[in-house]
Every structure is written in structure tokens, then in C-alpha cells.
């Protein structure tokens, strides 16, 4: 693929601006934004919540106005004529409108009657469509049995239906598990390579703007940075370092006294080590204090961490959790707070946990990993009471969940995969409601939603809907509410999903302090680096744990290019591959 600045742009963006929301209270989402995206290249825009990426890629479709500036698509004012833009380009939103109840093919039909597609056209279109995206097999099936990735990659068909001279994609990863992200990533790169497609995609894993031609840098409105990916790389060069801590020390516990030091920009569990940034070349005393320290490459990411925080110092991490008192035992020496056997739940003929078993001790954090539709939701949802229990034993907190569920749900606090609260609430309404409904009364109700707002930092925001909140504050907004009557284990399901990194380093760093103070937190993700924040890891896919282990045992099972060692993503992946080729396997051989 061609860089962006060597080829015609097919975007072009000079001191554009844009405001958002009534006029008496409107933000500036957008300020003296310039910019070109190339012809025959992936154009990445990455930031932080409310960076404007989002709002960015309205004003390419055309659905929007600039206030200020110039943008032109396709050679053409995006003020001046939107619905020629829009007739050009293929756009998928966050939140692609697909029709649950209706069959694959009468989704790809529905669009393609909205596209004017002919049907000779559409004869020769969907075969290619469905080779592309994999999903021939399941053209009779109901879009809302399909799984997340199935339904990003039904999505990108609908907005392929008319070739477009434009693909833009605003977070379309999001979600969707490791095997389908990158299954997503091999046709975007296909249709650049094989069509010619430029693309311009917003994501928040920044592993996915390192790979692209562009990148396109935000924060509040305005462009850090733009060029190729190793250009911003390059902003943390020499100050990078991977910290091996000494002793039986966690690595998320480093992180969480790193992050507290001024010297450092960013730090993240590595493998069992802690890879830490630093705004000096040399580390200082305090930091080589606490384990042995080696040089190594900066990373997109670390770039990335290092522009943000130089130009918005005030974006700092949030403070560690406070939380009930630990628990003075070690973690082998615990209770067990959840025990799992033989668990099964099935939904008529389908079983959709099928003999799961495992154990989670006073203060661990344990994570279920797995693709999409693997079983992680529905297991979450027995753990908290909210789903009767097919077979098999489950106990939380001492409570038998099969016949007492009433007595468990007290204990728990649950975050759920989407964003459950009540949009049309204020912040303080929310906190005030689920104070109630979790038995908070008086002056005790008072100070936990006080706690809470300060705890978060959702102060300022507590008379804004919690709908128009950015998803960094909606996490955390979900997290307050979890924790108003101080449950003794918390459930986290997909928490993290679409946060940007800022968000997901705060969300941890609140974590490892609920732990370390003997909170059992158990938590699903996609983001297979998150898994090192964790005790010990189960992988499932098809209701069944496949892989069991503390995160080193998992890393172990991965394959990585030569000359370097397996991390998480390469753990899962070799994982899952190789259990649906022996099921495959078996399969045949019963045929």
C-alpha cells in the first residue's frame, strides 16, 4: 500500500471546526482540525473519549456541517453538496443498523434497495460479499443469531453493497473478539490491496493504527500529530523500559505505583513485567528500585501515551480504589468466594454452557476469555443470580445460586457488556436510584453518592444525561453505580469495550486497588493484554473452557514469529484455532 502523503488525498480537511449540542451550551468538538487522508491507504484516527473522531467521520459522510474550515471528499465541499458525497462513499457507524429479525440475505436485500442496487448487480455482488466476509453458510440465518463478529462482518457487507470509492468505519472492531478483529482487518486490507478502497477507520486499539498507512492523532478537537505510524512511535524513543519486579511482586501492583509517580508517562503489565515510559531517558533511583530495568523499542502505544499526556498534562490517571480493608491471607490461603462444577445451561436444544468448572478465591481477579458467543455472557449472568442454572453446582459467596439466588445478589456488584444504565437519568439521578434499589437509605445513602462522584471524578457531570456521556465516563458511571453498597465481588463484563487507553488504564488502576483490598473481581475481555491484570485466566469458546491457568501457563500455548515470545493474543488464538480444527476433525471422521 501507498503512504498517505505520497498519494492524491482523497480527504482534505484545513482549520476545520464544529460544535455540538444547543446553542446556549454547545461544545467545541472540533478546533482548526487539518488534515489529508490518501488515496489507496487505511487512514487511522485515534484519541481519546471525545477526541472528536466520531464527530470527524460525520463530516466526511456528510451527515454533518463544519462550523468553520474547509472539507473537501472526493474532491468535493462537503458543505456545499453532502448527498453527492453520501451516493460515493461506503460509512459504518458505531452502532451499524442491521435488522435482527431478518435473514442475512434480506439485510444485504434491504440495502441494496436502499443503494438502488439492480438485481443483475446484486447476482454478481453478494457472492463475492459472502466469500469475502465468510458468511455464505449463514445466508438464511436471522441477523440477531448471529454472533458480535458475524454481525460486524454482516454490517461491512451491507455498506459494500454499492462499491464504494470511500470506506469509512468508525470503531468497527469494537467488541468484536481477537479471531473476528482480525478476520475484519484482513478484508479492509484486502479491499485497499485488491480494489483500491481507500479507508479511513477510527479504532481504540492502537495495535490496529500501528498496522495502517496513516494515523491521525486527536484529543480534544485538535490534531497532535499525523503521519506514518513509526512517526509517532518515535515520541518516546530512549524512554522506554521493562521493569521485572522483584520477588513475588504483581505486576498490575507496580503499574499502579508507577502510575503515581511524576517521572513516568505510562505504565502497563508486559508478560509478567511492567512496561514503563518515562519522561527522561535515565529512570530515576525510586523506579530501579523496585526491579531489574532493560531498554527496549517505544511502541505505537507508547508514542501515543507520550503526546497525549505532553499536551494535556491534566488528563492524569485516576487514584487508586479505596475499598474494605484486605484480607491479611495469601491468595492460595483464601476462601474460594466462587465455586463453579459441572455447570451447564442450555436454551432448548442449544446448550450454551456445556460442564464448565473453576474457582475464584477472596481478593483474586479471574478472567474468562473467549470468542464471541463462547458462553461468557450467559455464565456472568447464572454467577449473578439474573439466569436460572441448567445443571452442575454454583455457589457465590457462600450462597447456592441454583436454590438461593435472592441471598448471592446482595453481596455482588455487576457491570454489565452494554451500557445498562438509564439514558434519559442525570448522573446524580442514576446514583440516587440504584442507591435505593441496592436498600442505601439517609445520611448512609448520602455519603456513598458523594463517595462515589468524587471517586470517579463524575462531578461535573451531574446533570448531564448519562446517554450524551463519552463511553469513558459511561465505564465509569457503570462502575460507581456497581460499587454504591460495597459488594465483596464485582462481575465485569466487557467493561473496557470502545474505551480508549487513557480510560482502560484508570479502569485497571481502580481494579487493582478493589483487589488488593479483598474485593474477587471476575471479568471478561476482548483486549487480550487486559488478561495480565489477572490471577488466572479460563479461555472458552462453545461453552467449554478449553485453557485454564495463570497467565503464564496461557502464554505459554501461543506461537509467535521468530525471534519473539507469545503474548496473550497469540495465546487465544492458537488456543481457540486449534480446538475448532479438532472439533472439525471429529466432525469428518463421524461423517
Known sequence: MTSASASAAVVVASGLGKRLGPRAHAIQVLEDVTLNAGAGAVTALVGSD????????????????????????????????????????????????????????????????????????????????MEMTALAPFMDRLAGQLSGGMKQKLGLACTLIATPELLLLDEPTAGVDPLSRRELWQIIRGLVRDQGVPVIVSTSYLDEADACDHVVVLNRGRVLAQGAPASVSRAANGRVFLLTPRGAAKARDLQARLLAMPQVVDAVPEAGRVRVVLNRDKPPAAIADLGALQPTPASFEDGFMTLLRATAPDQAFAAASSAPAADPAPPEARPAEVTVTGLVRRFGAFTA??????????????????????????????????????????????????????????????????????????????????????????????????????????????????????????????????????????????????????ARRDFWRRITGLAG???????????????????????????????????????????????????MEDAFIAIVEASRAAEAARGKAAA
Open 353 to 502: 454452557v456445556d460442564n464448565i468448572s473453576f474457582e475464584v478465591g477472596r481478593g483474586e481477579i479471574f478472567g474468562l476469555l473467549g470468542p464471541n458467543g463462547a458462553g461468557k455472557t450467559t455464565t456472568f449472568r447464572m454467577l449473578c443470580g439474573l439466569l436460572p442454572v441448567t445443571g452442575g453446582e454454583l455457589r457465590v459467596g457462600g450462597a447456592d445460586m441454583r436454590r438461593a439466588r435472592a441471598a448471592g445478589r446482595g453481596r455482588l456488584g455487576y457491570v454489565a457488556q452494554k451500557f445498562s444504565l438509564y439514558g434519559l437519568l442525570s448522573v446524580a439521578e442514576n446514583l440516587d436510584f440504584f442507591a435505593s434499589v441496592y436498600g442505601l437509605r439517609g445520611q448512609r445513602k448520602r455519603e456513598r453518592i458523594d463517595w462515589a462522584m468524587a471517586e470517579f471524578e463524575l462531578t461535573r457531570f451531574a446533570a448531564t444525561p448519562s446517554a450524551q456521556l463519552a463511553g469513558g465516563h459511561k465505564q465509569r458511571l457503570a462502575m460507581a453505580a456497581a460499587l454504591l453498597h460495597e459488594p465483596e465481588l464485582l462481575f465485569l463484563d466487557e467493561p473496557t469495550s470502545g474505551a480508549d487507553p487513557l
Open 50 to 129: 471525545g477526541a472528536g473522531k466520531t464527530t470527524l467521520i460525520r463530516l466526511m459522510a456528510g451527515l454533518l456541517p463544519p462550523d468553520a474550515g474547509v472539507m473537501t471528499v472526493l474532491g468535493i465541499d462537503v458543505a456545499k453538496d453532502p448527498q453527492s458525497i453520501q451516493s460515493r462513499i461506503g460509512y459504518m457507524p458505531q452502532r451499524f443498523g442491521l435488522y435482527d429479525d431478518l435473514r442475512v440475505r434480506e439485510n444485504l436485500d434491504l440495502y441494496a434497495d436502499l443503494h438502488g442496487v439492480s438485481a443483475a448487480a446484486r447476482r454478481d455482488r453478494y457472492p463475492a460479499l
Open 517 to 567: 483490598a479483598g474485593v474477587t473481581v471476575i471479568v471478561t475481555t476482548h483486549f487480550m493484554a487486559e488478561a495480565e491484570y489477572c490471577d488466572r485466566i479460563a479461555i472458552l469458546d462453545s461453552g467449554r473452557i478449553l485453557a485454564q491457568g495463570e497467565p503464564a501457563e496461557i502464554r505459554a500455548k501461543g506461537h509467535a514469529a521468530a525471534g519473539e515470545q507469545p503474548n
